[in-house]
């Protein structure tokens, strides 16, 4: 097992000052980074720094994507049918499979961690899951009422247009309905 990080030993306040200064930077010049750590007391490598850097920019860049993906839905899909919860279910639905490949290639974690972490993935899994199964649930039941109301409308305007039985029923069955609803 590798020996733990330096930047793990850190405290919460010097681990949110090192992580200000990279995003200062850009996540570039760490010649520059590890003189800074060392005038502030830090003696943190180059290599450490840099990967550490590269995780954290990958998790900012995450968080844009997500919340740009978000925003996008938010102004384009119209919520009438609740396709921005169908939508926003299937993109937490791909960052959690995303994880879970993450999780299979982490060799630094101790077996019974990755174990761990692979049952809370799995528990969001199915989280997910069911949360998309009851979306699609609502989702037609909406549409069947939509259908419904589309039907007693047409059937109302058809009737009061002396359209005959049968083209009343033709209609229903056009709109998916049957006789019963």
């Known amino acids: 097992m590798p020996k733990p990080s330096l930047i793990d030993g850190l405290t919460p306040e010097q681990r949110a000052a090192f992580e200000?200064?990279?995003?200062?930077?850009?996540?570039?010049?760490?010649?520059?980074?590890?003189?800074?750590?060392?005038?502030?007391?830090?003696?943190?490598?180059?290599?450490?720094a840099y990967r550490h850097g590269s995780?954290?920019?990958?998790?900012?860049?995450?968080?844009?994507?997500?919340t740009e993906a978000a925003r996008l839905i938010a102004e384009a899909a119209p919520d009438d049918a609740d396709l921005r919860s169908a939508a926003v279910i299937s993109l937490v639905q791909s960052e959690l499979f995303d994880v879970m490949v993450t999780l299979q290639d982490l060799d630094e974690a101790e077996p019974s961690e990755r174990v761990g972490l692979l049952k809370e993935a799995a528990k969001s899994v199915l989280d997910m899951t069911k949360a998309s199964v009851l979306q699609k649930k609502w989702k037609q039941e909406i549409e069947h009422k939509i259908r419904e109301q589309a039907a007693q409308a047409a059937t109302s305007a058809a009737k009061a247009e002396g359209v005959s039985e049968q083209g009343i029923e033709r209609i229903r069955e056009a709109l998916g309905m049957n006789n019963n609803g």
């Open 20 to 48: 200000q200064e990279l995003i200062r930077r850009n996540f570039t010049d760490y010649d520059g980074l590890v003189d800074w750590l060392a005038a502030n007391g830090f003696e943190i490598s180059r290599s450490s």
């Open 55 to 66: 995780k954290l920019k990958r998790k900012l860049q995450a968080v844009k994507n997500s």
